[in-house]
């Protein structure tokens, strides 16, 4: 048993040579040897002893963390009938920096019937000293941890818990940001354990102010009294909405960034690679640069891997990033004091919008059409007093690295992942289908209106690093494999950022090999100190969304209302797949369509839903560049975007078979394709239910409503469903059946709304599979 437990296998299938757990490269081959810790969701039982070897490969560490001694084979994965129990984990893995991914399920026999326990990856796992087993342990509460935190990481932490609030509360596990044992932090970073069962009530803001509130006693000095004045604000339902506890939070986290003394270095380096005849990438500050500055708007930092081969992938990835440069250079007219953070956000897409359209012009001014059409992806950062801003499309990545971790910032515009967000399958099974790792949106290969740019920010405490890369360093898991031997040292101030730069193109090229690469590091150091003084107090005031705009956003030749900012990729609506096990990654997801960035709708033949086709636009494959398929441009409409019921509607849902639905009076639905109208009125309008009028007791007929029937015969929508009604009947209601809700029904809608709202990836029928020439897909 003692010689099992210190046995790691070698992921590489030729060789499997077992390996002391202490090393980090396999004794024969020099293979990576990854350690996989895992965490097990027991529900309270005990899976065994310390040194125990589950199902012939999970060692156990301590208590319900195991260590996965053959990484290279695929571990035993849910069934599909059993992904409902777990879809919180898929559609939310665009925040995975905070929640854990599901790796795989272990068999475990009780005695009288086989049980499977949840294993999860990435979980708050504290490794201290590998080889002694008791020095793996979890991270520290959140509760524990935050007497010892200095103002700037405490404001930082309930910053975080802000904006995963709608998210998870959107999905039914909001109840675990109120739980002291899930909820974990690492370093600057708050991690959830796992998700508790799914929430039979939700949670309200009322809930968190009084979940902080027993954080006050610990709050240092100079926040103490800011964050006091936050919960009550919260317990009192002055704040409604988690935007306005961001934008709060925000005013604080500024005034206690100018304690902050931060300094800035970038690297950047460019290579073809050894198999390439030419370099499609490109970069900004241009290859080979080392630059120091403080974090403002000229510290902007690019990666571009350009896709079309000759004369195509090079020029669309110069032109975007001389594009995107030129547009930024607005920004540093303003000083970063009075720069708002979400317009920011909203300057970087439509900057990447612009790049996107001036590649496009010229792929049709140069009339490229299918395998000439050129186009690129595209990462982003730019650091701005005390926050860094990322904007990212396509599958060129972000890395955060601190003394904690590395952690993947970006999640790849690609089938899997997009299958994963769909809740359809794990990762680890959709990157083994076919055309897993095809991009599903590039810069240039359609109009701004269907191009949907990722835009987050991260507050900044300590000193880290961001690695932006293409692929030729990112695929088969490099940056995890290498980040601690040979990015962590900069951090210990063991090395310099040129020799780290060099050491990353010489990993891509001598382990990887395939592809052109390109690396940008940006050192982030900062000097923190406490402030003497107190915050400024709370000023409702900042309970107001701003609509004022940023000096770059009067620059940009985008129209405002033409996009709208996405933080994170969209949760989608809970839609069935239809002969799913036909057409394991598209079958479904044909059905999706988003809209206007911020906004989306499902896009349907006429009579119901797509069954057992693939979409008539192709599916491109690596020799093959994309073919771009332009929507239909959106005719402006004065429908309303929110309105009530004022009598019982039936509506039918978007599952698969569709079902009849009832929606009570007093019902408040938002319009899930404000702006467009359709001309055919057999064609179908979207809807989400906001909240819901009178209890199912309550409900009666109404006769005059030739589309209202008895509750009897139908169930009753719940809260969050999408569902959906021709056309032609919802106009007809429009003079008998609906009403627009008051301004505190509105506002309740909105709030509700603002986590499925933001900003899903187009769907291949609106944007096809895009392979990049000679990509190769991930391998995880």
Not at 107 to 124: A, C, R, T, V
Not at 447 to 463: K, Q, T, V, Y
Request: aromatic share 6%.
């Amino acid at each position: 048993m003692e010689n099992d437990a210190a046995t790691l296998y070698c992921p590489n299938e030729n060789c499997q040579a077992p390996n002391p757990l202490t090393h980090n490269f396999c004794q024969r081959c020099s293979t990576p040897l990854p350690k996989r810790f895992l965490w097990a969701v027991t529900d309270g039982m005990s899976l065994g002893e310390k040194g125990d070897i589950l199902d012939d490969r999970y060692l156990v560490i301590n208590k319900s963390i195991l260590l996965d001694t053959k990484p290279g084979f695929l571990p035993q994965t849910p069934d599909p009938e059993k992904l409902q129990a777990i879809r919180p984990y898929l559609r939310l893995i665009s925040y995975r920096l905070h929640i854990p991914q599901v790796y795989g399920v272990l068999p475990i026999f009780d005695g009288q019937q086989e049980q499977e326990i949840l294993l999860l990856e990435k979980s708050p796992i504290k490794i201290t000293d590998i080889a002694a087993l008791s020095e793996v342990d979890l991270c520290s509460e959140f509760t524990s941890a935050w007497r010892d935190a200095t103002s700037m990481r405490q404001l930082n932490w309930l910053w975080q818990i802000a904006h995963l609030w709608q998210p998870l509360v959107s999905e039914g596990v909001g109840s675990s940001l109120l739980n002291s044992h899930l909820l974990r932090v690492e370093g600057s970073l708050v991690r959830l354990l796992e998700f508790p069962s799914q929430d039979a009530a939700l949670p309200n803001l009322s809930e968190l102010g009084e979940f902080w509130q027993q954080l006050l006693p610990g709050a240092k000095p100079a926040i103490a009294e800011f964050v006091g004045e936050i919960c009550r604000c919260l317990i009192d339902q002055e704040i409604k909405a988690p935007e306005q506890l961001i934008r709060v939070l925000d005013k604080g986290l500024a005034e206690l960034g100018q304690t902050q003394s931060p300094k800035i270095t970038i690297a950047t380096k460019s290579d073809t690679g050894p198999s390439r005849q030419r370099n499609e990438d490109a970069c900004y500050p241009q290859s080979g640069s080392i630059i120091s500055k403080p974090p403002h708007t000229s510290a902007l930092t690019i990666v571009c891997d350009g896709i079309g081969g000759h004369e195509g992938g090079n020029v669309a990835s110069n032109l975007a990033i001389e594009t995107i440069q030129h547009q930024v250079q607005e920004l540093t007219k303003v000083p970063h004091d009075h720069i708002d953070p979400i317009l920011l956000l909203e300057d970087l897409q439509r900057a990447a919008a612009v790049a996107n359209d001036k590649i496009s012009q010229r792929n049709d001014s140069e009339s490229r059409q299918g395998r000439q059409r050129m186009g690129t992806t595209l990462v982003m950062a730019l650091p701005v007093g005390h926050e860094i801003y990322i904007a990212h499309v396509g599958d060129s990545r972000a890395y955060w690295i601190t003394p904690y971790g590395c952690y993947q910032v970006t999640l790849d515009d690609d089938v899997a992942s997009r299958e994963v967000r769909l809740g359809y399958a794990i990762y680890r099974d959709a990157v083994q289908q076919g055309a897993s790792g095809s991009l599903v949106q590039a810069l240039g290969m359609s109009p701004s209106s269907s191009l949907h740019p990722s835009a987050e920010r991260f507050i900044l405490d300590e000193d880290c690093i961001f690695l932006l890369c293409s692929d030729g360093l990112s695929d088969f898991d490099r940056v995890e494999q290498y980040w601690d031997t040979e990015i962590l040292p900069l951090l210990q101030a063991k090395t310099d950022i040129a020799s780290i730069t060099d050491r990353l193109i010489e990993i891509a090229n001598t382990v990887n090999g395939h592809d052109n690469v390109t690396v940008a590091l940006v050192h982030y150091q900062v000097q923190y100190s406490e402030p003497e003084t107190k915050l400024a107090e709370v000023s409702p005031e900042l309970f107001n969304i701003p609509t004022v705009r940023n000096s770059l956003s009067q620059t940009l030749q985008v129209k405002p209302e033409s996009f709208s900012y996405n933080q994170k990729t969209q949760v989608m609506p809970d839609t069935a797949p239809s002969k799913r096990s036909q057409v394991p990654l598209q079958l479904v997801i044909l059905s999706v369509l988003v809209l206007l960035g911020g906004f989306f709708g499902y896009l349907l033949r006429q009579g119901g839903f797509l069954k057992g086709k693939v979409p008539d636009s192709p599916t491109i494959t690596s020799t093959n560049p994309p073919v771009t398929v332009t929507p239909p441009p959106p005719v402006a409409s004065d429908r309303p975007e929110i309105i009530q019921a004022k009598s019982e509607i039936s509506f039918s849902t978007t599952t698969s078979p569709p079902k009849a639905v009832l929606v009570p009076a007093g019902s408040i639905l938002r319009i899930e394709q404000p702006g467009i109208e359709q001309t055919n009125p057999k064609s179908w309008i979207y809807l989400r239910v906001c909240s819901l009028g009178a209890e199912e007791g309550t409900l009666s007929t109404n006769p005059s409503n030739p589309l209202s029937t008895p509750i009897a015969k139908k169930p009753l929508a719940k809260h969050g469903d999408v569902v959906r009604m021709q056309l032609a009947n919802f106009n007809s209601l429009q003079n008998t059946s609906i009403s627009t809700p008051t301004p505190e029904g509105i506002n309740q809608c909105l709030a509700s709304n603002t986590a499925v709202t933001s900003g899903e990836k187009p769907s291949i029928e609106s944007n096809p599979t895009l392979v990049p020439e000679n990509r190769v897909p991930p391998s995880r």
